[in-house]
């Protein structure tokens, strides 16, 4: 009891303590400060200079609390992302969506048939890696088309390419684009693995780039 009556003390001499700098701090403030008198008017107020300040300081107080409740908010709902996304074992990667290839001009459905006009098209197989699961699986059927440049690939785009590293071909989505001292490359992930490949992928390792799936 003894214990609890010497908190409560040193609690409300705290908060005497804050409101008393408070009050000099408002009482040494000169009478006519530059520019209050002018804001005081814009927001309609009728309060004394020093009432003013005070109330800003409060107003100030206030929003700090909202904006530190709302970083603690996003803090706790990254830490169910993080456990939600090692429970899935996916990837957190924002994916920017594949640039638009085919225009509804371009395909034709009929009772019987669909149509897909497109230049240079050719199918893809998948494997059962997973490493773009959900958005392919090894039971998906895909077609690609040959980018005449590299100007035609944009960030977001899923290309099949030749792998230095793996020597094998792999179909994963562009996440950078960039030029070194060997000209031109792109950066690829895939989209359920939690890194980037290693390769830098160069134009002439590029097979082709998707425009479609069939489920």
Not at 137 to 159: M, Q, R, W
Request: proline residues 3%; hydrophobic residues 40%.
């Amino acid at each position: 009891m003894e214990n609890r009556s010497i908190t409560i003390i040193i609690l409300v001499a705290s908060a005497l303590i804050l409101l008393l700098e408070i009050s000099i701090f408002a009482s040494l403030l000169p009478a006519k400060i530059q520019g209050l008198g002018e804001y005081k008017k814009q927001v309609n107020s009728t309060l004394s200079d020093k009432e003013f300040i005070e109330e800003l300081i409060k107003q100030n107080q206030a929003q700090k609390t909202q904006v530190d409740e709302l970083e603690t908010e996003l803090a706790n709902h990254r830490l169910l992302i993080d456990y939600l996304s090692n429970k899935l074992n996916m990837s957190l990667s924002v994916e920017t969506n594949p640039f638009k290839r085919i225009s509804k001009e371009d395909v034709k459905v009929y009772n019987d048939r669909v149509i897909i006009y497109i230049n240079n098209a050719f199918p893809a197989s998948f494997t059962e890696s997973k490493s773009m699961y959900p958005f392919i699986n090894e039971d998906v059927y895909a077609l690609e088309e040959k980018p005449a440049n590299s100007t035609e690939l944009k960030v977001g785009d899923v290309i099949g390419f030749k792998s230095q590293t793996f020597n094998t071909s792999i179909i994963h989505r562009i996440i950078e684009i960039g030029n070194d001292e060997n000209g031109w490359y792109v950066i690829t992930k895939g989209d359920n693995n939690p890194a980037q490949d290693p390769d830098k992928v160069r134009f002439e390792d590029v097979e082709g780039v998707l425009v479609g799936l069939i489920y």
